[in-house]
């Protein structure tokens, strides 16, 4: 049986469904949660399970602390929440993992709004405000009129006026599951969560009935150390993966073959330009002298 979960908020994202469909989604970081009181008829009158979570707060204090001991917790679980039950059997500790919501189902979700201090009319209720001609001065952004005169000669309660604007407790109501991620506590549900990014919430079944014929997107890839390669890895996929390892060697191999023999063509050149420089510095021999010239000194001598 599925009961309400105490999370904390992580962003917005788009994924894809099966369909092809573009969702945006809030992703919510649920549990996992432990059981840390049961109520029961025969001594409180009603079905009940206490929840708790890692909230915010760094420290428990010493009766908190003396509550966890008893249900047999040893986690310091600051956000304790009590959920309802449904007759469902719950031990004290038990651990509750997100699992429990299968994509396709809708969920209410609450949260505290973000704080936004004190906001006018315009702002706070999306008021038009005053015209800005025909005499108008500084009243644009004003409230306007209050209430009549005579009668009934006051403001009514409930008047839409300015005031501190957010910080209240929120339920969006039917908001679909669009896909879980065991593997690191994942809720993924379609449209905006109230609160901002790092706040608690409560994660709670809907009275709606499933989506039929829901088609979930393609499952995450698993967190570093939850699940070895024959277990996260289809067949095909570790047999495509072992042909690239096979074709990647290949090519290092070849590479390899390349580089060496463009070393040996570096050293044959290398060698060439030593025998050219022993040859350069080598003395020119003499030639001989022609039969010409002999004859010409000759002459010159007589």
């Given at each position: 049986m599925t009961v309400g979960m105490i999370g904390r908020k992580v962003g917005m994202m788009r994924v894809y469904d099966g369909a092809g469909r573009v969702r945006g989604v809030t992703v919510i970081e649920v549990g996992p949660n432990r059981v840390t009181q049961l109520?029961?008829?025969?001594?409180?009158?009603?079905?009940?399970?206490?929840?708790?979570f890692r909230g915010n707060r760094k420290r428990v204090s010493r009766p908190e602390r003396g509550h966890l001991r008893e249900a047999g917790v040893d986690e310091p679980l600051t956000e304790l929440r009590e959920v309802s039950s449904d007759g469902s059997d719950f031990t004290l500790g038990q651990e509750i993992l997100v699992d429990q919501f299968t994509p396709g189902e809708y969920?209410?979700?609450?949260?505290?709004?973000?704080?936004?201090?004190?906001?006018?009319?315009?702002?706070?209720?999306?008021?038009?405000?005053?015209?800005?001609?025909?005499?108008?001065?500084?009243?644009?952004?004003?409230?306007?009129?209050?209430?009549a005169g005579t009668y009934p000669?006051?403001?009514?309660?409930?008047?839409?006026?300015a005031g501190h604007m957010g910080a209240r407790r929120k339920t969006v109501l039917n908001l679909l599951v669009v896909q879980t991620d065991p593997s690191r506590n994942l809720l993924l549900v379609g449209g905006s969560v109230?609160?901002?990014?790092?706040?608690?919430?409560?994660?709670?079944?809907?009275?709606?009935?499933?989506?039929?014929?829901?088609?979930?997107?393609?499952?995450?890839?698993p967190a570093e150390g939850s699940a070895t390669l024959d277990?996260?890895?289809p067949a095909d996929a570790a047999d495509a993966a072992e042909d690239d390892t096979e074709v990647a060697a290949g090519e290092a191999a070849s590479g390899d073959a390349v580089a060496t023999e463009a070393s040996a063509?570096?050293?044959?050149?290398?060698?060439a330009a030593d025998r050219a420089a022993d040859a350069a510095d080598e003395p020119e021999a003499a030639?001989?002298?022609?039969?010409?010239?002999d004859t010409a000194e000759d002459e010159q001598s007589e």
């Open positions: 109520r029961t008829s025969d001594r409180d009158g009603y079905e009940a399970v206490q929840v708790g969920v209410d979700v609450t949260a505290t709004s973000k704080g936004r201090g004190f906001a006018g009319g315009v702002r706070r209720w999306g008021f038009a405000g005053g015209p800005k001609t025909h005499g108008q001065s500084d009243k644009w952004r004003g409230p306007g009129s209050v209430g000669g006051k403001t009514w309660k409930g008047q839409k006026m109230p609160g901002p990014r790092g706040g608690l919430v409560n994660v709670t079944p809907a009275r709606r009935a499933p989506l039929e014929g829901y088609e979930p997107p393609e499952p995450f890839a277990e996260s890895v063509e570096s050293d044959d050149a290398a060698d030639e001989p002298e022609s039969d010409d010239a």
